[in-house]
């Protein structure tokens, strides 16, 4: 069955880096466009990153752009998500998604904190 599961979330200060990973299986990995997606508490889910199958173009929020990166393995079946010069606003659960298909990891924790 399709699986996504996200890793590398954790607490870091502000100004700090992190790099989540998205492991997939399941499916025609390198067939599909795929997001980074992430809710902060209160908030509403909104979408951070996206990446097409080949790995370009890449499209990003506004609040994100020149910070995070996403990029893609397609021999490993895995997203990244590089985010640097992180805020405290960044602080939410991160999830990945298959564009199309609407399948959802079950989300990492990223809390920017002092």
């Known amino acids: 069955q399709v699986q996504l599961a996200e890793s590398g979330g954790g607490l870091v200060q502000p100004g700090g880096s992190l790099r989540l990973s998205c492991a997939a299986s399941g499916f025609s990995f390198r067939s599909y466009d795929m997001r980074w997606y992430r809710q902060a508490p209160g908030k509403e889910r909104e979408l951070v990153a996206h990446i097409t199958s080949v790995g370009n173009p890449t499209i990003y929020a506004d609040s994100v752009k020149g910070r995070f990166t996403i990029s893609r393995d397609n021999a490993k079946r895995t997203v990244y998500l590089q985010m640097n010069s992180l805020k405290p606003e960044d602080t939410a659960v991160y999830y990945c998604?298959?564009?199309?298909?609407?399948?959802w990891g079950q989300g990492t924790l990223v809390t920017v904190s002092p």
């Open positions: 998604m298959i564009a199309s298909l609407g399948y």
